[in-house]
């Protein structure tokens, strides 16, 4: 009796349980299921990474099925993230993007394929050294802008590994999405991407092309 009751206390307490969560989606077809969970503000950032992010990234925790008998090559380079707001799109950025030697910066000049693109014209971001870089949007065709250049993200200095890895690089490394893994076995991990503005999560789409075809996926808040 007390088993039953403690028992249908829990179904009560469950079922009276205050709404809400984190948006999330679904999409899947013969060779490879995705479910992705998104994560835009920056105190939900924070608790999943431990440590906070610069204002306009998104993080996008996958988790991958492959459905085919044959192995299946899984990458991020499949993934990217468009807006119906204005058409941006962004790619995954690595970890030492993010926080590494080679950190983020901005620039008016110049346009390179990968990071975050636009369909309108505006300042670019991308890594140092040869990172990616896209054309994030703004005022097009503006006369006279000047070509500053200025660090979009600080690296922690304090509490570097033996390598000089910030603490921030370890979690990011840790926590992304494996690159380049071939593999009959889920896998699971977390995307970063750069989006400029406010988007709402009913404008945001992840899509997938790769070995497995195409996939795209909408993230439906909970209710």
């Not at 090559?73 to 993934?79: A, K, V």
């Not at 890594?127 to 065709?141: D, N």
């Not at 006369?143 to 990011?172: C, Q, V, Y």
Request: charge should be neutral; include cysteine; charged fraction near 25%.
């Amino acid at each position: 009796m007390r088993l039953l009751a403690a028992l249908l206390l829990g179904s009560v307490l469950v079922w009276c349980a205050p709404k809400g969560g984190t948006p999330s989606g679904t999409a899947a077809n013969e060779k490879l299921r995705v479910e992705a969970t998104l994560y835009q503000d920056p105190a939900s950032i924070q608790k999943l990474i431990g440590y906070p992010l610069d204002e306009g990234f998104v993080v996008v925790a996958v988790k991958l099925q492959p459905l085919a008998e044959d192995a299946l090559r899984l990458d991020r380079d499949h993934f990217f993230l468009r807006s119906d707001k204005d058409g941006q799109r962004s790619s995954p950025y690595s970890p030492s993007q993010l926080a590494g030697s080679g950190a983020m910066r901005i620039s008016s000049r110049g346009v390179s394929n990968g990071g975050v693109a636009s369909e309108n014209r505006g300042p670019t971001w991308g890594g140092l050294g040869g990172g990616r870089m896209g054309r994030l949007p703004g005022q097009a065709g503006d006369i006279g802008n000047s070509a500053t250049i200025e660090e979009a993200t600080a690296t922690i200095e304090k509490g570097r590994d033996g390598e000089g890895k910030s603490p921030l690089l370890l979690s990011l490394e840790q926590k992304v999405l494996a690159d380049s893994k071939e593999t009959r076995e889920p896998l699971e991990g977390l995307l970063y991407f750069l989006m400029e503005g406010k988007h709402k999560v009913k404008q945001l789409e992840l899509h997938y092309r790769g070995p497995a075809g195409k996939l795209d996926l909408r993230f439906l808040e909970p209710k």
